[in-house]
């Protein structure tokens, strides 16, 4: 598809993008006008039969395209092959080799694993026979190490069986257990020594390479299944531009990586958490509470230099804003409940806690009940920690301040497609719900979605380095 405006180039990709449809996004000069140009290959082409309204009545059929998966990652699954099924068999086959079958679309997967193809990118069709390879071979290896784990009792007939399972030669043994290469190969025809000293050293080398051999599958199959996950584009050029305006990121937890795209799409909700951390701390004459706040951070998003920077424009200690400051760092759903039963004990010390802060509440609910079949046992567990948390805000007269996630609907075509997550277990168990989004000129929007003596009302505000300051 190809447009001479950007604005629509982008508008599109990212629509298609919600329909689930992933494409390329590429420029091309033509009479010296720049056109912008969008590429949809591979699986995502089959797609389009299923869109409900289109102006062309196409079937498309699935087409390969040079625009895939990039040279390194091929080159990492080659890497893998070769320290887990791509080596020397001795007098049998590999596992995978120049003999594969290409009926179930093992194609070309020799040569690539082999790095024998010039081809600088791997399409879906592909990378998905490569893993069906991975996860047969990884199923060879569990049953070769049920065999070896008891070899001393294996029949001449089962341990032939085992060392045509085997991913490497069972010559290459001859070192460890300090005989003749001959030696081994008459195993085969004589069967195992009755030495148990040598039984136990052939016993301990095989586990040893079978148990690496199944680690680094293992991590491969779940690389693979992170790739197909994503869309993968290739970095041309990397160079500084003069930008006068905010910039708003994604920190993806432990890598803090950036995510972008065509248009600017992330915005935070943080600011807000570190604006009322240090607010609580001032006077009441002055609109404090004049307590401290408790910080549980799910995301990895709590930023000391920025507290810093807030409790000097209010003209505060920063040191001992600091220093009443608390926050700890949550890794999972259970953590994240077990932190916030605690603070009835840190309160209990007597820590004038007058915030409880959760950023984010629903991250890791998300990651660790997944799918549908998941949703009846995480909106429980939501709902007793939800119980906790009104629990400390009703009986220590504590204010609790959570952020949300939102997710896209890509069956709304018109309107605000967003949607908080979390269901209704969350909405009622929230007294005020408030929507953050982008304005214009640099501005933000906070929009009262649902009070309980409170019309519906939008403020305007601005996040600087001095703090949130109304507009």
Same mark, same amino acid.
């Given at each position: ?16 993008? +919600?329909?689930?449809? +992933? /494409? %390329? ?8 006008? =720049? ?5 949809? /290959? ?11 309204? !289109?102006?062309?009545? %196409?079937?498309?059929?699935? +087409? ?31 596992? =995978?080799? !120049? ?55 294996? %029949?001449?007939?089962?341990?032939? #069986? ?13 070192? %460890? ?41 293992? !991590? ?151 799918? +549908? ?47 908080? =997550? ?7 168990? #929230?007294?005020?719900? =408030? ?37």
């Amino acid at each position: 598809m190809t447009t001479h405006s950007e604005t629509l180039a982008n508008h599109l990709s990212y629509l298609l993008l +919600r329909l689930g449809i +992933r /494409c %390329s996004h590429t420029e091309k000069t033509v009479d010296g006008k =720049i056109y912008f140009r969008l590429f949809v /290959c591979g699986e995502d082409r089959m797609l389009f039969n299923t869109l409900p309204f !289109k102006l062309k009545k %196409s079937i498309y059929s699935f +087409r390969n395209s040079k625009y895939g998966y990039p040279l390194p990652i091929i080159q990492h699954i080659a890497e893998t092959y070769a320290g887990t099924l791509g080596g020397n068999r001795g007098s049998h086959r590999k596992v =995978i080799g !120049k003999h594969a079958s290409y009926s179930k679309g093992e194609r070309y997967i020799y040569d690539t694993l082999n790095q024998r193809t010039e081809a600088n990118s791997l399409n879906d069709k592909t990378l998905l026979a490569i893993k069906f390879q991975f996860e047969e071979g990884l199923k060879v290896i569990k049953e070769v190490l049920q065999l070896t784990a008891r070899l001393e009792k294996l %029949s001449k007939d089962e341990f032939n #069986s085992l060392h045509k399972l085997l991913p490497f030669s069972f010559n290459k043994i001859h070192a %460890s257990i300090v005989v003749k290469p001959s030696t081994t190969r008459n195993y085969m025809q004589r069967g195992l020594p009755k030495d148990p000293v040598k039984i136990e050293k052939i016993k301990s080398y095989i586990l040893q390479e079978l148990i690496l051999r199944e680690r680094d599958l293992s !991590k491969a199959i779940a690389d693979i299944n992170n790739v197909l996950y994503f869309s993968w584009d290739t970095i041309t050029e990397i160079k500084p531009v003069d930008y006068d305006d905010y910039v708003y990121d994604l920190v993806v937890p432990e890598g803090h990586m950036f995510v972008g795209g065509n248009l600017p799409t992330i915005l935070h909700n943080t600011s807000l958490a570190h604006q009322l951390a240090v607010n609580v701390q001032l006077p009441k004459d002055k609109g404090g509470a004049d307590g401290i706040a408790v910080w549980i951070d799910s995301e990895g998003t709590i930023r000391p230099e920025y507290i810093v920077k807030l409790a000097l424009a209010q003209g505060l200690d920063s040191k001992e804003v600091l220093k009443n400051f608390r926050g700890v760092r949550s890794f999972n759903s259970d953590h994240q409940m077990l932190l916030t039963e605690n603070v009835e004990g840190l309160i209990k010390q007597g820590l004038l806690i007058k915030l409880v802060i959760v950023d984010s509440l629903m991250g890791h609910f998300r990651s660790d009940f997944s799918g +549908r079949g998941q949703l009846a046992d995480r909106q429980q567990k939501l709902n007793k920690h939800l119980h906790v948390l009104l629990k400390l805000a009703t009986q220590y007269n504590l204010a609790v301040y959570v952020t949300n996630q939102v997710m896209s609907k890509p069956d709304v075509f018109f309107g605000d497609p967003t949607e908080a =997550i979390g269901g209704h277990v969350l909405a009622h168990a #929230s007294t005020y719900r =408030i929507y953050l989004r982008r304005g214009k000129k640099g501005t933000r929007v906070a929009k009262l979605v649902d009070a309980p003596a409170l019309p519906e009302s939008e403020a305007i505000f601005q996040v600087t380095e001095e703090g949130i300051k109304d507009v």
